[in-house]
């Protein structure tokens, strides 16, 4: 069974600073996807970043960026230019690549680490 | 589009009585997904519907939970009679088979006490 393990609890970051969460997955699948999920104190769960596991190039969006080390089956996710309304419980996330008509598709989450940013 | 609905955001109950979650996905979507968030477990998958047919309900606790889809544009998650441990999040998600990375677009969650 797939499991998706975030070590850090809490993280704290200094505006505009940048920080790195962490996140280790296990898995036999070779083709999956991974996900940075951002719920802030609204509850609303964000999708901050996807990965294709297939793709070597780690995935970038604006301030937010992946490292993905497949062999070491390790996600982390950097927070560049750190700003308030980054503050948030983030979810690491895992699900096999393609959904596949009748079977099981669903999305393996970590525990969260809850990331507060310093003014 | 107005994205994932969910009714009613918050909902304050007795142990004992019935409680209907009711969710509306993305038009369009075929699939739809119903998880549980509580400080302890986390976030964890209930159920999920592909094209208005249950698929994987293994993550349903009990018998004394329920989730029908009659039709593409509406489910529902029952619990009767409820209990205070059922007392949680509970988000519905919707996805496109088709869709790039099959991204899941939750709803904002209904918060559920039980008291």
């Known amino acids: 069974a797939q499991t998706v393990t975030q070590s850090q609890p809490e993280m704290s970051v200094q505006e505009a600073e940048t920080v790195t969460l962490s996140c280790t997955y296990d898995?036999?699948?070779?083709?999956?996807?991974l996900f940075w999920y951002k719920q802030p104190p609204s509850r609303q769960m964000i999708l901050v970043i996807r990965?294709?596991?297939?793709?070597?190039q780690n995935a970038t969006e604006n301030r937010f960026s992946v490292n993905f080390q497949k062999a070491a089956k390790s996600f982390s996710l950097k927070i560049s230019d750190s700003q308030l309304g980054d503050a948030a419980m983030y979810f690491c996330?895992?699900?096999?690549?393609?959904?596949?008509?009748?079977?099981?598709?669903?999305?393996?989450f970590g525990t969260g680490t809850l990331l507060a940013v310093q003014p | 589009d107005a994205g994932v609905i969910q009714s009613p955001r918050h909902e304050v109950t007795e142990m004992g009585q019935e409680v209907t979650l009711r969710c509306k996905p993305i038009?369009?979507?075929?699939?739809l997904f119903w998880y549980r968030q509580t400080m302890m477990r986390g976030l964890e998958l209930l159920i999920y519907?592909?094209?208005?047919?249950?698929?994987?309900d293994s993550g349903m606790p009990e018998d004394r939970f329920s989730a029908k889809m009659p039709n593409a544009s509406f489910s529902t998650l029952k619990i009767q009679p409820s209990e205070p441990r059922d007392s949680a999040v509970y988000f519905c998600?919707?996805?496109?088979?088709?869709?790039?990375?099959?991204?899941?677009?939750f709803g904002p969650g209904t918060r559920l006490t039980v008291l």
């Open positions: 996330a895992y699900r096999r690549h393609k959904l596949i008509s009748g079977a099981t598709n669903k999305l393996i």
């Open positions: 990965q294709e596991a297939y793709k070597q």
């Open positions: 998600a919707s996805t496109l088979l088709a869709g790039v990375g099959n991204e899941q677009f």
């Open positions: 898995t036999s699948e070779s083709d999956y996807y």
């Open positions: 519907f592909n094209n208005n047919v249950p698929i994987d």
């Open positions: 038009s369009g979507h075929d699939y």
